[in-house]
Structure formats: structure tokens, C-alpha cells
């Protein structure tokens, strides 16, 4: 299975990458090609260092579209439409979203669009065949990248298709010690991507870092 | 110190008030006052049973006000206007909201009153001397009541009175195992509050029960 991450050069998508390519082939997109390249060799530098192999390649965001099963769109809300503007098909395939539509504020609060989440937002740009879920929402980017931590976290995991929605809990179950949750169909999106700009408050208000989630 | 709670005759208030009554004077409160003696007789004979003693008294809701220092607000959503507007005496009193503005359709969703969050409702409710925060919103009526089961739980407290914060979440440290969190002023609390329809969402479709939260 071939998972190619959107904006795979950004702070998420590096963590996330490393973490997935030797579980999976990890196509890591990005506007440049080259950027995708470097980051890609410095990767497999970094995993090859701790005894790890991995299959990571650099391509285009277009290119990990179109190479993949599964493509994770790992970009900043504010540059959600602009960027899947630029971008296409996406007909049938899984799409992931991490985003969380935020801003900082006197604090971090949730910003969702009309639609009501960044995910329905999603849907609403993509052909009505994608198959959209949420994930990872709320992994915070150091955690991705410390890869001497396991990751203790749940994850919540939003869609309407529900054998996509097993495929991704699936995935999510691989890494690390992360345990996938179904949070119901992707309406319920808000709810989970309100938590990141909750967990950045409380990290801040409590001289915490990287605050992850548990549910039990 | 006394901690009144209003509508405590409810599910929730019922078992925050055995949980409670160990460790503070409580005095719990109901639109009838028959009803709160009663409810507080038969927690009395429970922890009289578990070998435990207790302060524990049945009065009306406006008394659970004017002879309390700590109010909690125990009311459903729905309910919240309604009883507050038949309620006085909230001048310089922490006022503690567990309340969830939330609803069920196909899955449980979040739907914040035009102020953006119970609380911002209660602030504009109460005299602007009252000083509100949330707390205790995610923990489930069956946990409250289960006297014998630890809460492990996280706590996100908002408020913006930093003094009457820091307070709530010396109450939270002392119950059980809950561990409080500043999650930040009076205005992040739609954050707190949607955590409920997702912990809902999540045991319905994972097929648990009462799902709680821990931040790490």
C-alpha cells in the first residue's frame, strides 16, 4: 500500500513520514519536487542511522495524488483550498485529513468554516468520490518527529465510508502505540478538530509540551 | 468551605454530591426541596454503609445559592436559562458550569448558544460579580455515582478570575484521582464543552461505556 503525503515537506508531514515509511511506501509530495527530494534523503539518513529501512520517496504533490492509495493531506488550514485548487485526482481514492481549522487569538480557538469543519470543507472541493476521513488531528508535530518516544495516543478517526474508516483505523493502529477511535461520520468532524486548539491551550496554561490525548 | 449544587437532584448532581459530601460541606439543592432531602437521606445510608461519613443536606435551589460559597450548576442545557432566571444571589459567589450545550441527531454534536458556550451564556445570565468557570464537563453521571471506581480522569478548567480558578481546581485535585488542567480564560471554554458529544460519539460507535478523557 502506497501512501503519499500532500505537503510532506511541512512540520507534520516530515514526523509523519518517518514514522510511516518503514511501515509502508511513503511518497512525500510537496510543491517543489526537489524540497520533497531532500527531505526524503535526509530521512532515510536519519532511519537508516537507527538500524531502520524504509521506502520514501520525494515527488511532486501531484505526483504522491496520483502514485497513491491513500494520501494524507498534511497543510496548514489557511492554505487547505488554495493548495487542492492546484491539485486532482482524487476520484476514489482514501484522503486523510489532519487539519484543524484554528487561530491564536489571547488563546488558540477552533475557526471552522461554513461548511462546519475542515474536513467537510474537503468534501465540498473534492470529487464526491474521494473518500474522506479525519486522523491524526491531534499529534503534534515534535511527537511525530521524536522517534526514540512511543506514541501513547488515541486517535479519533471521522468519516462516511465506512470501509475507508476501517483501512485508516487500520493504519493508525500500526504506528507506534497510537489506538484508533471511531468518532462517527465525518459531520462529527468538529468535534475532533476542536481538540488541538484545546490541547495548545492547555499545554501553554500549564507549561506543558506537545499535549496529547487519552481516552479511557 | 460549602459547595451548593443546583439542580442537584439530577443525574450528574447526584453523584458529584456522594463523591463531594465526603470532603466538603455540601449542601445540594432542587426545585423541591422534598426531593433534595430525600436524595440526600439515601446518600448519607450509602456512605454511612461504605463506612464513610458525610456532610449532606437537602435544601431549595436558592438556598443551595445564598448558604454555599461554591455554586455548582448541575442543569441541562435546555434547563440552563430557564432555572437561572428564577434564581438570585450569585453576587461575588464561583460559579462552577459542567454544562454541555449539545444535542443528538444522528450523532451528538455541539450547538453553542450565540455567546459561544454555556458558560458565556452564564456569564451574561449572572451579575457580573459572580465568578463562573467550567469544570467537570466529561465526567459521566454512572461515574460519579460509581463510589467504587477510581476517576482517572483530566479536567479542563476555564475561567477568567485567576483566584476563583486556581480554587476549582484545588476542589477537582482533591476528588478521586482527577487531575485539573488550566485550560485557559472564560472565552476557550466552547473547546471544554464540546469534548462531551465527542466522548459520546466515541463510546456509541467503539460500543463502551462513560469514556473519559486524559490529557498527556
Known amino acids: 500500500m502506497t501512501i503519499g503525503i500532500v505537503g510532506g515537506t511541512g512540520d507534520i508531514g516530515e514526523g509523519m513520514a518517518m514514522r510511516l515509511s518503514p511501515l509502508f511506501d511513503v511518497i512525500v509530495g510537496s510543491r517543489e519536487k526537489e524540497k520533497a527530494q531532500v527531505t526524503c534523503e535526509s530521512g532515510i539518513e536519519t532511519l537508516k542511522k537507527r538500524g531502520q529501512s524504509c521506502s520514501l520517496t520525494g515527488v511532486s504533490n501531484q505526483t ?40 491564536k487569538r489571547d488563546f488558540f480557538t477552533s475557526i471552522p468554516p461554513p461548511e462546519g469543519s475542515a474536513a467537510l470543507l474537503i468534501k465540498k472541493l473534492l470529487p464526491p468520490s474521494a473518500r474522506i476521513c479525519t486522523a491524526f ?6 511527537r511525530w518527529k521524536s522517534l526514540d518516544e512511543e506514541l501513547s495516543y488515541s486517535v479519533p478517526v471521522c468519516g462516511d465510508d465506512d470501509e475507508a474508516k476501517q483501512q485508516v ?30 490541547l495548545l ?14 481516552f479511557k
Open 137 to 142: 488531528n491531534t499529534i503534534a508535530a515534535n
Open 201 to 214: 491551550n492547555i499545554a501553554r496554561y500549564n507549561k506543558m509540551k506537545d499535549v496529547g490525548i487519552q
Open 169 to 198: 483505523m487500520g493504519i493508525v493502529n500500526r504506528i507506534s502505540k497510537l489506538h484508533a477511535f471511531d468518532a462517527g461520520p465525518l459531520g462529527a468532524s468538529c468535534l475532533v478538530e476542536s481538540l488541538t486548539p484545546l
Open 64 to 103: 504522491a495524488i496520483d502514485d497513491a492509495d491513500i494520501v494524507i493531506l498534511a497543510i496548514p488550514f489557511r492554505h487547505l483550498t488554495g493548495t487542492l485548487e492546484t491539485l486532482e485526482g482524487f476520484e476514489g481514492k482514501i484522503v486523510i485529513s489532519p487539519v484543524n481549522p484554528m487561530e
